[in-house]
């Protein structure tokens, strides 16, 4: 089998760890806005700028490609996601989100309704779960006793009650902030089904899962307000037989939201230096100075610009920073690693019986999130071998191994897991590409989303404001968009 490391380079965040290169007198670069990190945040707050007419812009990203934990990769010439996979159909309140998918076609006004383009919507089927030896349509485990129902429909009334009488929004900064909500962020999502008396067994798992796929830590983990931030901000938590019930539409493409980056990144290609590593960012009295390393030809480079944007995970943010603000320095965001693999296959898998093959499949009980597959969304029919791109969202302690482990042992764990529900796939495999995240996202433990120093950072203005999804407290497209254009309005230029 054939394999490696692909995506992300480790030892270029890292050179910020030890002593700084010298550096040097070279030529110093001017720019009147610089904005550190191109992932999804930074991409969309240049857009923003770039409309307001400001086009003397640059964009600097320690990476090949911009995008940051939406890029897409090709494997066997098939493209496939390396990170972000799909975004659910905006809401009213994600106003940006729908301006950029009119902007980009996906969506049109007509008759007073939005319509979507049904090419770019998650083909049918979406989902399917391996539960008792077979494949079940959805991801909910059917309740295993009609108690467990009644517990079912208990947390589905819960969710409802959120969504009604607290207000819940994606962007949660669209959301009201009370002392209730305050309450939920003060105690984890487990302690407050505990509380409920909500402990059926596949009904526990389940809401793990979901924790897990969107904040890469279990309900024991993050806070009761993301737990219900989770469904209540957008499509609420069906019990099973709920007549009321839709299938949750989502955005995708074979290269997941990396379809969606390359997009927005397209029209600021001049802007955007790759493969630049920002060491150092100082504000002094007449501009910002920005120190960075030139990866290609291993020198450092300077910068100096009038405003700056920093769109870098915020731990990140406070070692660049030569004088980072006090609610920098007080912050405690832990961040969970993710690794992600895509599976080229030689010939299809054997299946197993129950529902067909999904766009999303997942095992009840593995401690992985299962795999997508590429192919599902292409358009173009030509039959070809399967291309599955798998999810795991590690503990932190084990960032470390994802570190050092060789990918032989990583592609190792993945195929084990796969091997689950398809056992026939590890002998199948031509060709795996795995992808680390050491940090690739903020978990929203308790205290965090309701902390001053969370929204310290969000309102700072001046000539170094902050942009990205961390400002959150846990990262989803939506709210990395979001900050994005928000930090280009906060900016003084
Ligand atoms: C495996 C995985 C799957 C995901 N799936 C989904 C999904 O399906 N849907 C969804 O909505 N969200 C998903 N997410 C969440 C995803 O993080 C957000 O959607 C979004 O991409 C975050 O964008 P961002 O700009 O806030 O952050 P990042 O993507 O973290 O961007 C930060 C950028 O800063 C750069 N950078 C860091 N340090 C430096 C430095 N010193 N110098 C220069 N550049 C630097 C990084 O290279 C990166 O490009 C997923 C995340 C992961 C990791």
Not at 224 to 249: I, K, Q, V
Not at 260 to 276: E, F
């Amino acid at each position: 089998m054939q394999g490696g490391w692909v995506g992300t380079h480790p030892e270029r965040g890292h050179r910020l760890r030890g002593t700084l290169p010298p550096t040097g007198d070279g030529p110093v670069r001017k720019t009147h806005v610089l904005i550190v990190g191109s992932g999804i945040a930074g991409l969309a707050c240049a857009r923003a700028l770039t409309q307001r007419g400001v086009d003397d812009l640059a964009l600097l990203d320690l990476e090949d490609q911009a995008g940051g934990n939406s890029r897409g990769h090709t494997l066997g010439g098939l493209p496939c996601p390396l990170g972000a996979h799909y975004l659910p159909l905006p809401g009213a309140q994600a106003r940006e989100v729908n301006e950029l998918l009119h902007d980009l076609g996906l969506a049109r006004q007509h008759l007073g309704r939005t319509e979507w383009d049904e090419r770019h919507l998650c083909h049918s089927p979406q989902e399917r779960l391996f539960i008792d030896g077979q494949w079940h349509e959805g991801l909910l485990p059917p309740a295993e006793t009609p108690s467990a129902l009644a517990q079912y429909r208990r947390f589905s009334q819960l969710v409802d009650d959120a969504q009604r009488n607290m207000g819940f929004a994606m962007p949660s900064r669209r959301a009201p902030w009370t002392a209730y909500h305050d309450a939920l962020d003060g105690q984890t999502f487990a302690t407050m089904l505990d509380n409920d008396g909500l402990d059926a067994p596949r009904l526990r798992w389940y809401l793990d899962y979901c924790c897990r796929d969107d904040f890469g830590a279990d309900a024991a983990t993050v806070s009761a307000w993301a737990g219900l931030h989770y469904f209540a901000s957008r499509h609420g938590f069906h019990a099973p037989g709920d007549e009321t019930a839709e299938r949750e539409p989502v955005l995708t493409w074979p290269e997941g939201n990396g379809w969606l980056a390359a997009r927005i990144a397209a029209p600021l290609r001049d802007c955007i230096h790759l493969g630049r590593t920002v060491l150092r960012v100082s504000e002094g009295r007449h501009g910002v100075d920005v120190v960075a390393w030139n990866e290609a030809t291993q020198a450092p480079e300077r910068w100096v610009a009038r405003a700056v944007v920093m769109a870098t995970p915020l731990f990140i943010s406070a070692r660049l920073l030569a004088s980072p603000p006090e609610a920098l320095r007080g912050l405690t965001q832990p961040h969970a690693p993710w690794l992600t693999a895509n599976l080229q296959l030689r010939e299809p898998l054997l299946q197993r019986p129950g529902a067909p093959p999904a766009w999303d499949n997942v095992r009840y009980g593995s401690m992985a999130l299962g795999y997508v597959d590429a192919r599902h969304q292409a358009l173009d029919p030509t039959p070809r071998a399967p291309l599955l791109t798998a999810y795991v969202a590690l503990p932190e302690a084990q960032r470390g191994a994802l570190l050092s482990q060789p990918w032989q042992h990583w592609a190792r764990v993945v195929m084990d897991d796969l091997a689950g529900t398809h056992p026939d796939l590890p002998a199948k495999v031509e060709r795996i590409d795995l992808c680390r995240f050491g940090h690739a996202m903020s978990i929203p433990v308790p205290g965090l989303r309701g902390s001053p120093a969370l929204a310290a950072l969000n309102d700072t203005r001046g000539r170094v404001v902050f942009a990205h999804s961390d400002l959150a407290g846990y990262s989803v497209f939506e709210e990395a968009y979001t900050a994005g254009r928000l930090a280009s309005q906060r900016l003084s230029l």
